[in-house]
């Protein structure tokens, strides 16, 4: 009879762990709901995971349990209160230090300000901040996320990192022609990528023992000051900087 020592030291000697599927299936669960655009019913989400609508009922209760997701009175699942607690806890430093910056870019410029972070082969937006006085703004909710090397924060984030590093930290994901170019300005420029019509400036933002994140404003209009705008990022980012070093 193998002892469970035994086998932690060939899994520890192989370098390679195996993960929980039920705790994947469940993650998997939460990031389904959050990019549904409505309430699923069971059977939806079951069919999304792929697994029995059984399986996917115990791991609806055990996330329910935790009020990661709760249900309508017509049964239907969505993401719950316990996720913003945990979402406050994501980079809280980062978030509390860029707040006031996004608060008077947004104001400022009457466009939608926000912080994205680099994950993996993605940017993923962190917090937003919508003008105060603005009839018709764009939403850029927390948690949506493009590509790394489509859009000004990805581009800026690019350009802290020499082709090279950038290569060996995302392989597979090309390195932007644009980004010397953003490195010297500090601040990058995208038009009709990551959504066509839609504009955005980026300045990068060095987190000390983090990972690399980037200021930015997503615009319509095409006639706007970018050099001007691009500055502000680049002296917000050096504020947020001054505050997490």
């Given at each position: 009879?193998?002892?469970?020592?035994?086998?932690?030291?060939r899994?520890?000697?192989?370098?390679?762990?195996s993960?929980?599927?039920?705790?994947?299936?469940?993650?998997?669960?939460?990031?389904?709901?959050?990019?549904?655009?409505r309430?699923?019913?069971?059977?939806?989400?079951?069919?999304?995971?792929?697994?029995?609508?059984?399986?996917?009922?115990?791991?609806?209760?055990?996330?329910?349990?935790?009020?990661l997701?709760?249900?309508?009175?017509a049964?239907?699942?969505?993401?719950g209160?316990?996720?913003?607690?945990?979402?406050?806890?994501v980079?809280?430093?980062?978030?509390?230090?860029?707040?006031?910056?996004?608060?008077?870019?947004?104001?400022?410029?009457?466009?939608t300000a926000?912080?994205?972070?680099?994950?993996?082969?993605d940017?993923?937006?962190?917090?937003?901040?919508?003008?105060?006085?603005s009839?018709?703004?764009l939403?850029?909710?927390?948690?949506?996320?493009?590509?790394?090397n489509?859009?000004?924060?990805?581009?800026?984030?690019?350009?802290?990192?020499?082709?090279?590093?950038?290569?060996?930290?995302?392989?597979?994901?090309?390195?932007?022609?644009?980004?010397?170019?953003?490195?010297?300005?500090?601040?990058?420029?995208?038009?009709?990528?990551?959504?066509e019509?839609?504009?955005?400036?980026?300045?990068p933002?060095?987190?000390?023992?983090?990972?690399p994140?980037?200021?930015?404003?997503?615009y319509?209009r095409r006639?706007?000051?970018?050099?001007?705008?691009?500055?502000?990022?680049?002296?917000?980012?050096?504020?947020?900087?001054?505050?997490?070093s």
């Open positions: 009879m193998t002892s469970p020592n035994a086998a932690s030291s899994s520890d000697a192989a370098g390679t762990v993960p929980s599927q039920t705790l994947s299936r469940g993650i998997q669960a939460l990031e389904i709901l959050a990019a549904a655009e309430s699923l019913t069971i059977a939806e989400l079951a069919a999304a995971l792929g697994v029995h609508r059984s399986v996917a009922y115990r791991i609806l209760r055990t996330l329910e349990d935790h009020s997701l709760v249900r309508d009175d049964g239907r699942v969505q993401p209160p316990g996720l913003a607690v945990l979402a406050r806890g980079s809280r430093t980062l978030q509390t230090a860029a707040l006031p910056e996004l608060t008077q870019l947004a104001n400022s410029y009457n466009m926000f912080v994205a972070v680099w994950d993996h082969q940017c993923v937006t962190l917090v937003t901040v919508e003008p105060r006085h009839a018709a703004t939403v850029q909710h927390p948690g949506t996320r493009h590509p790394a489509v859009g000004a924060p990805g581009i800026a984030i690019q350009s802290t990192m020499s082709p090279e590093q950038w290569n060996a930290l995302a392989p597979g994901l090309p390195y932007r022609a644009e980004a010397p170019e953003a490195r010297r300005l500090g601040y990058a420029a995208s038009h009709d990528e990551v959504i019509g839609l504009s955005s400036l980026a300045a933002i060095h987190v000390p023992g983090g990972r994140a980037a200021i930015a404003v997503v319509i006639d706007q000051d970018e050099a001007a705008i691009g500055q502000a990022l680049a002296a917000s980012a050096a504020r947020i900087e001054s505050q997490l």
